[in-house]
């Protein structure tokens, strides 16, 4: 299917795929401060100042995410036997705190200009320079989601959905200038609140799937579904249960119980258990699997409840 992503199966391939999205990150949002904050002193606009403290979040999260994504990738040590993945998600929980904590910066100073206002001056200055911003995000995004496609990554996937909502916001900033030099001031003040809640929004967005992946959460549907009919293709399996699977960073943790032949040898089942094993890592290279062999004689146990 062409909308499957294209997993990597090199590990070290992924790593530098990796390392050079969190690299790109750093450097366009360190580019898009220098640029806001000329434009944020120059025309003393509140929504340029919205859009110059979301890029200094982005700095901020961004190298978070460069910390974490390089700790994820360390193989499993001793007191790590499942290897450091969830490194990822914690690094998308703290992105949330620090977009939640810049939107209410925002509304601060909004309704701070809004009861105090004060004329614009040099708007078309930062209409350039967020239109270059646009311009930036929109090739580092182009980016991203080609890094995402090919690792599945938790981290750059919460990166990109914050620079995502950076398009929103420069977007209506740009129409807030643009109204305000046509005679209508108070719609600056009133966009940067309204981007706010949107970068509020964005932040729990973030904070949820983070959660999610920290609490367990079950692969999605399609992907539970296309590994339970791995295992049953294979012609020896008589059925499966006790499917249960989570991702952690780039590996897919997968375990279930194979219910085969009762009269079947020891060597045998191992062989199938194998074999099924295999299928699955070939459509699923990063995951890591654990099958069990069970009689077909004996009686599944009762589903989980949900």
């Known amino acids: 299917m062409p909308d499957e992503p294209q997993l990597i199966t090199d590990p070290a391939q992924a790593a530098r795929l990796l390392r050079r999205a969190t690299y790109a990150s750093v450097a366009t949002a360190s580019l898009l401060i220098a640029g806001k904050l000329a434009a944020a002193l120059l025309t003393g606009s509140v929504s340029v100042l919205a859009s110059l403290v979301d890029s200094m979040m982005d700095v901020a999260a961004s190298i978070i995410n460069l910390l974490a994504v390089r700790y994820s990738l360390q193989p499993p040590d001793r007191d790590h036997r499942f290897g450091h993945g969830k490194a990822e998600p914690l690094a998308g929980l703290v992105q949330a705190a620090f977009i939640a904590g810049s939107a209410v910066f925002l509304i601060l100073n909004a309704v701070d200009r809004l009861l105090h206002p004060k004329p614009l001056a040099d708007e078309w200055v930062g209409v350039g320079v967020l239109l270059f911003a646009i311009a930036a995000?929109?090739?580092?995004?182009?980016?991203?989601?080609?890094?995402?496609?090919?690792?599945?990554?938790?981290?750059?996937?919460?990166?990109?959905?914050?620079?995502?909502?950076?398009?929103?916001?420069?977007?209506?900033?740009?129409?807030?200038?643009?109204?305000?030099?046509?005679?209508?001031?108070?719609?600056?003040?009133?966009?940067?609140?309204?981007?706010?809640?949107?970068?509020?929004?964005?932040?729990?967005?973030?904070?949820?799937?983070?959660?999610?992946?920290?609490?367990?959460?079950?692969?999605?549907?399609?992907?539970?579904?296309?590994?339970?009919?791995?295992?049953?293709?294979?012609?020896?399996?008589?059925?499966i249960h006790a499917l249960r699977t989570r991702r952690s960073g780039q590996t897919y943790f997968v375990q279930m119980h194979l219910m085969l032949d009762d009269q079947m040898p020891l060597i045998e089942a191992h062989r199938v258990a194998d074999e099924t094993e295999a299928a699955i890592m070939a459509v699923f290279p990063n995951a890591d699997v654990l099958i069990h062999e069970d009689p077909a004689s004996e009686p599944p146990p009762p589903p989980l409840p949900g």
């Open 137 to 239: 995000t929109l090739a580092l995004l182009a980016f991203q989601h080609h890094v995402i496609r090919r690792t599945q990554s938790t981290a750059i996937r919460a990166d990109a959905l914050h620079y995502a909502t950076d398009l929103l916001t420069n977007g209506a900033t740009i129409v807030a200038l643009g109204l305000t030099m046509l005679g209508w001031p108070m719609t600056d003040p009133v966009f940067a609140i309204g981007i706010a809640a949107y970068i509020v929004y964005s932040a729990g967005q973030i904070g949820y799937e983070s959660i999610q992946l920290l609490m367990d959460q079950e692969l999605p549907l399609e992907v539970h579904a296309r590994i339970k009919a791995i295992a049953l293709a294979h012609p020896q399996v008589c059925g």
